[in-house]
């Protein structure tokens, strides 16, 4: 398959090359390299790439509209892995306007681009946060939610929305993937698995919100990876899952991926503690606007759809990121 992954220089975007690289695909992979967070470790994931003769990189950014048209009329790609977006809840406060260029307009160049070339299957990055304050758990794609409470919420809620349009007036086969708390070797600085490492090995203090009152279903990489790879082969059919199947006859799919149960926010730091070593001198603060106090994944839809559920549990894989932090920092 002719392939294109967006957000190749990100976490996600990175680990699913890895994965896809060596299996008979040509894969282009797009970044705009933004310096949301250190561009020197986006650097660093595309040079881990440079190993894979499949895999191309083009400097490009998604709300370029004309540079997008170009690419997908130079490659006429089978399917799309979409994965670039402006992710990070507390960032979207602050900044607006960069939500809307990626997430709204950029996702739309997307989907513009797979309905002139024939794209056969787009697969795209949704969130857990569209789930927003859920109080019925486990948090499922056949329930309805549309309470975002945050601006990076509405533009990921905004973007499944889009993709049901065009599947259903142009046919385009969009699965969507609510991806809950990712972590692991690569992954991102703004996220709380990377700050507490960073910290703890430093002897730093750590911010905990809510006063420590959270829930995560924490999900490692390599399982959202396995999610990913084995979704793209289950291209959706007119009528399939959404959140009101009987009424939709458009080929939309919306899945969960997590790891399926929520961690406490205190014993995800004891793991980070036990696995560094050190003990976290926790500075406890209230709830921040726009954060939600527990996700959880219901991974019933996945498993039926793929036969594959999420595995690695929340000590072996901080264990893991430890070791690839303490590698990657020469620490
Ligand atoms: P990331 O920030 O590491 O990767 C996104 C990449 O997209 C970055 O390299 C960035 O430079 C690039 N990008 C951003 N805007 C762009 C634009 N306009 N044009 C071109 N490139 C652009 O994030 P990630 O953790 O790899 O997340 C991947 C996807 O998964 C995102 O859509 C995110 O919203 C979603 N997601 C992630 C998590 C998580 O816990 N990591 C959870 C839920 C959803």
Same mark, same amino acid.
């Given at each position: ?78 399917? %799309?892995? @979409? #994965?670039?977006?402006?992710? =990070?809840? !507390? ?6 306007? /960069? +939500? $809307?260029? *990626?997430?709204? %307009?950029? @996702? #739309?160049?997307?989907?513009? =681009?797979? !309905? ?6 787009? /697969? +795209? $990055?949704? *969130?857990?946060? %569209? ?201």
């Amino acid at each position: 398959m002719k392939l294109l992954i967006t957000g190749l220089a990100g976490f996600i975007g990175h680990a699913v090359a890895k994965r896809l690289s060596g299996r008979g695909h040509e894969i282009v992979g797009i970044d705009n390299l933004n310096a949301y967070y250190s561009v020197a470790l986006k650097r660093a994931r595309l040079a881990d790439l440079a190993e894979c003769a499949d895999v191309h990189f083009v400097e490009r950014d998604l709300a370029d509209r004309e540079g997008m048209a170009v690419l997908f009329a130079e490659h006429r790609f089978d399917c %799309v892995i @979409h #994965l670039a977006a402006q992710a =990070g809840v !507390r960032y979207s406060l602050q900044n607006p306007h /960069v +939500y $809307a260029d *990626s997430n709204l %307009v950029g @996702h #739309l160049n997307v989907m513009e =681009g797979c !309905r002139h070339y024939g794209v056969e299957h787009l /697969v +795209y $990055a949704s *969130s857990s946060s %569209v789930y927003g304050m859920n109080d019925k758990v486990p948090f499922g794609t056949s329930d309805v939610v549309d309470h975002p409470v945050s601006l990076y919420a509405a533009t990921k809620k905004a973007g499944e929305l889009m993709a049901h349009t065009y599947a259903h007036l142009y046919g385009l086969p969009t699965t969507g993937l609510r991806f809950f708390t990712v972590y692991g070797p690569w992954g991102r600085p703004d996220m709380a698995p990377f700050k507490f490492t960073k910290a703890l090995l430093e002897g730093k203090p750590i911010q905990v919100f809510n006063h420590g009152d959270m829930q995560r279903d924490f999900t490692y990489i390599d399982d959202i990876v396995e999610g990913v790879v084995r979704i793209l082969e289950v291209v959706p059919q007119a009528g399939g899952t959404s959140e009101r199947p009987d009424s939709s006859t458009a080929p939309f799919a919306l899945y969960n991926i997590g790891h399926g149960s929520p961690v406490a926010l205190m014993d995800f730091i004891r793991a980070v503690e036990k696995a560094t070593g050190r003990e976290a001198q926790c500075d406890f603060l209230p709830m921040q606007p726009g954060d939600v106090q527990r996700t959880w994944a219901d991974t019933e839809a996945l498993y039926a759809a793929t036969g594959y559920r999420p595995k690695v549990g929340v000590e072996e894989g901080v264990q893991r990121f430890v070791d690839w932090y303490r590698a990657y920092y020469w620490i």
